[in-house]
């Protein structure tokens, strides 16, 4: 369970706060998307979970983030990765360097917390099966593509085992396919291993798809929070600069052009979709 | 295994011997080279002792080709500098008022085989260990972590440098920047190169630093290795011998040298 209290953050030197009067309750096993136009602090709502905010940039933090008994502004960052994890945007950044395959690379996050190597060994192995890495983990992760890399990445972060797994926009330089496969993997977790995720994600219709919850953030603060449905489906979604979903975007002009009754409800996923124009 | 290293995959005897051992060959190597007298005891210890361990490792043709690449241009250098300026009794031709003396051009293959016979040890050591392991070795005795993790990236990470300046370079080129020029005019277009280049590995910095705390970097306490490194009784065995036979030398020449 992730607690948000009153949180407001201010990075180093700036007078306008990057994120502003945040109050979330993350329950554990939540797949939880967020959303928002540039600048509205998604990062930055990253790092604050992760601990990279305060302990990385700095700057004044108020309020509180608790990840269950843990205060994340008293922990420190060594202890801290551990218990969350964090997945960026660009997967050639996150590839340790200092490992020569798939397999070790894995690794590296464990032997850093100095597990025994029996521990290890088990959880590189469990963690290959889970991500479907069978085939890569001989390899360099250098000699990876973009899609392959971020999943090794992923695998990185939770071969540690992390109670909660934060991504800022990990698919955004990933084609269809290798998107897919990171949402199947995040489902998976959520759903079947209990880890929480967050993640930060503009591909709307796979939001729509997989996720339990959806969280709108636009200047620093949250503007909308609910169910993927009632939150896609919104129509001040437009006005919050983040768009609509490829289906509400089709039926709201079907409406418009009165091919459909208005008293019909926005579709935001493909199967709605098909229900819609029936 | 991509990344600049030397390393030549293999299972050999010589490549699953502990990192230590081989360091410590190395290290004998080294003081072999700077104490051995003369040249014939020089390119013996070359042939006896290094060239079998490579023929072991079956490294042997590389190990030849990497040892006389760094070799040639030593020997063709200080043979030329030394034997112009060694006073010797036999002169072998002279150019202009310099003469060339037998002495002095040995003495500047001396030197070569002193340097070949340092370099050999090295070179075996990097042809049959992986960096990883080497450093994994090294951390165990104590080296900071800090400083494996940079010699280790700086392997893997400079390649990929490579290609990025490659990648960089092609666009400027489809913009109308002229490469094939001569080596003044190209020299200069290092600067519309280096400034992307650089810009844009300081800009990965932040988001690298911030990946690898989230992987524990920084967490404080023992840090263990999925890599495991055999060791035995033989090869400590092997180690302290050879630690005292190479100090034992040390000592010796600076006996005979005060002695005399």
């Known amino acids: 369970m992730i607690q948000i209290k009153g949180l407001t953050y201010f990075y180093p030197g700036q007078e306008r706060p990057a994120l502003q009067d945040i109050d979330l309750q993350i329950p554990s096993g939540q797949f939880c998307g967020v959303v928002g136009p540039n600048g509205a602090g998604k990062s930055t709502f990253c790092y604050a979970l992760t601990g990279f905010v305060p302990h990385f940039f700095r700057g004044a933090l108020q309020g509180e983030v608790k990840l269950?008994?843990?205060?994340?502004?008293?922990?420190?960052?060594?202890?801290?990765?551990?218990?969350?994890?964090?997945?960026?945007?660009?997967p050639f950044n996150q590839i340790s360097g200092a490992r020569f395959t798939v397999r070790e690379e894995i690794a590296f996050g464990l032997e850093n917390l100095g597990l025994p190597r029996k521990i290890i060994e088990r959880r590189v192995d469990e963690t290959i099966d889970l991500i479907g890495l069978g085939e890569l983990a001989e390899r360099s992760p250098f000699a990876l593509s973009g899609g392959q890399q971020q999943r090794v990445a992923i695998a990185s972060v939770l071969a540690m085992q992390p109670k909660l797994l934060v991504l800022d926009e990990?698919?955004?330089?990933?084609?269809?396919q290798s998107t897919q496969d990171v949402f199947r993997i995040l489902d998976k977790l959520?759903?079947?291993?209990?880890?929480?995720?967050?993640?930060?994600?503009?591909?709307?219709?796979?939001?729509?798809?997989?996720?339990?919850?959806?969280?709108v953030l636009s200047h620093g603060h949250v503007s909308l929070d609910g169910q993927p449905q009632k939150i896609l489906s919104d129509e001040k979604m437009e006005k919050f600069g983040i768009g609509q979903t490829q289906y509400s975007l089709a039926a709201a002009a079907a409406k418009k052009k009165k091919l459909v009754p208005k008293s019909r409800d926005f579709p935001i996923t493909l199967k709605q979709a098909i229900e819609f124009f029936k | 295994m991509r990344g600049s290293t030397l390393f030549v995959p293999g299972q050999t005897v010589i490549h699953h011997l502990h990192p230590v051992t081989k360091l410590v060959i190395t290290f004998l190597c080294l003081v072999l080279a700077g104490t051995l007298p003369s040249l014939p005891w020089l390119?013996?210890?070359?042939?006896?002792?290094?060239?079998?361990l490579a023929a072991i490792g079956r490294i042997l043709r590389p190990f030849l080709l990497r040892s006389f690449a760094v070799i040639a241009p030593f020997v063709i250098s200080l043979s030329v500098i030394q034997g112009f300026f060694?006073?010797?009794?036999?002169?072998?031709?002279?150019?202009?008022?310099?003469?060339?003396?037998?002495?002095?051009?040995?003495?500047?293959?001396?030197?070569?085989?002193?340097?070949?016979?340092?370099?050999?040890?090295?070179?075996?050591?990097?042809?049959?260990?992986?960096?990883?392991?080497?450093?994994?070795?090294?951390t165990e005795r104590g080296m900071p972590g800090s400083l494996a993790y940079v010699v280790l990236t700086a392997i893997q990470i400079f390649p990929r440098f490579q290609e990025r300046a490659q990648v960089i370079q092609e666009a400027q080129q489809a913009r109308g920047l002229e490469i094939h020029v001569?080596?003044?005019?190209?020299?200069?277009l290092l600067v519309p190169l280096m400034g992307p280049l650089v810009l844009s590995s300081i800009m990965d910095t932040e988001e690298r630093a911030m990946a690898l705390e989230a992987r524990a970097f920084s967490r404080p306490g023992r840090k263990t290795s999925l890599l495991l490194l055999e060791d035995s009784v033989w090869q400590r065995i092997a180690r302290w011998t050879i630690m005292v036979a190479a100090l034992g030398l040390i000592v010796l020449s600076f006996w005979l040298k005060f002695a005399r």
């Open chain 2, 43 to 52: 390119l013996t210890c070359f042939v006896v002792l290094l060239l079998p």
């Open chain 2, 86 to 138: 060694t006073p010797g009794q036999t002169p072998l031709f002279h150019l202009g008022s310099f003469i060339f003396t037998f002495e002095g051009w040995l003495a500047g293959l001396t030197v070569a085989a002193r340097i070949l016979l340092a370099l050999g040890g090295a070179l075996l050591l990097m042809l049959s260990t992986r960096p990883d392991r080497l450093m994994l070795a090294l």
């Open chain 2, 182 to 188: 001569n080596i003044f005019r190209r020299l200069g």
């Open chain 1, 68 to 90: 269950g008994q843990i205060s994340i502004a008293d922990a420190n960052l060594g202890k801290l990765a551990g218990e969350v994890g964090l997945v960026f945007q660009n």
């Open chain 1, 170 to 176: 990990p698919t955004s330089q990933l084609d269809p």
């Open chain 1, 190 to 215: 959520a759903g079947r291993v209990g880890t929480t995720v967050v993640l930060v994600e503009q591909k709307l219709e796979w939001l729509a798809a997989f996720a339990d919850r959806v969280i």
